[in-house]
């Protein structure tokens, strides 16, 4: 699974960028991850990760900041044998900061740092950090239709006994609004693979938003690559 909380939160908040409103608030978001195919935690190319991801999220004229974890529950085939081992607990934490470049078109510089909460010996984390170094891009082709894009390279904490390198990614997509309070999009995403002995993935993902009140919206997603990695999602944010 290459990106349990990272699809949740991409997709939650790419969406809110698309119906864009007033740029100073707080979010907190919450919901449903399932994913099947590969791991990025342990290496494994056969896993299957339920996850109730947990983000909150801060936004002002041009500064972006959120922190975010999961509750996990992982069946995992590790590579050397056959063995499926079932674990459950809270994952890594993800802290992130960014700042808008320009706006209209939006240029965002951001750093995103894991810090290793997860534990390691039930195959919930690596037990190291990683540094990511990441460039989004987004902007309005006409009052209904969005376009954006993010390039990023992710420096790896590499676990004693796994043979790890520095990775990559890259994504870009269109979005939609269908209604006053509704919008799709989808997005081609590439991410080369942290552990050697795995593929780079190629995919698409699509998403669907929808605000359900004043503070509130509900986005699900699906997301498939070339490794048959499915992922599927359902978040609900709430504007503080």
Request: proline content about 2%.
């Amino acid at each position: 699974m290459k990106k349990f909380i990272a699809v949740v939160i991409i997709t939650s908040f790419a969406s809110s960028a698309i119906m864009a409103g007033p740029k100073s608030s707080i979010k907190l978001s919450s919901g449903l991850f399932y994913a099947s195919g590969q791991s990025q935690t342990l290496g494994s190319a056969n896993s299957e990760v339920y996850s109730v991801p947990l983000l909150l999220a801060w936004e002002n004229k041009r500064l972006h900041a959120s922190v975010s974890t999961s509750y996990l529950s992982i069946n995992n085939q590790y590579p050397t044998s056959n063995r499926r081992i079932s674990q459950s607990g809270v994952g890594d934490t993800l802290l992130s900061f960014g700042y808008d470049l320009t706006e209209s078109p939006w240029f965002t510089l951001k750093v995103k740092h894991k810090f290793p909460t997860g534990d390691k010996a039930k195959g919930l984390s690596t037990g190291k950090s990683d540094t990511s170094l990441q460039l989004d891009y987004f902007t309005s082709l006409k009052a209904n239709t969005s376009a954006f894009a993010t390039v990023g390279y992710k420096f790896v904490g590499k676990a004693t006994g796994s043979k790890m390198k520095n990775s990559g990614y890259l994504s870009a997509g269109m979005g939609y609004i269908l209604a006053k309070n509704t919008s799709v999009g989808f997005s081609i995403d590439y991410r080369q693979s942290s552990f050697q002995a795995l593929k780079n993935q190629l995919g698409g993902s699509v998403f669907v938003s929808q605000k359900i009140a004043e503070a509130w919206s509900v986005a699900g997603f699906g997301a498939y690559d070339n490794t048959q990695t499915t992922s599927l999602g359902l978040t609900f944010t709430r504007k503080l």
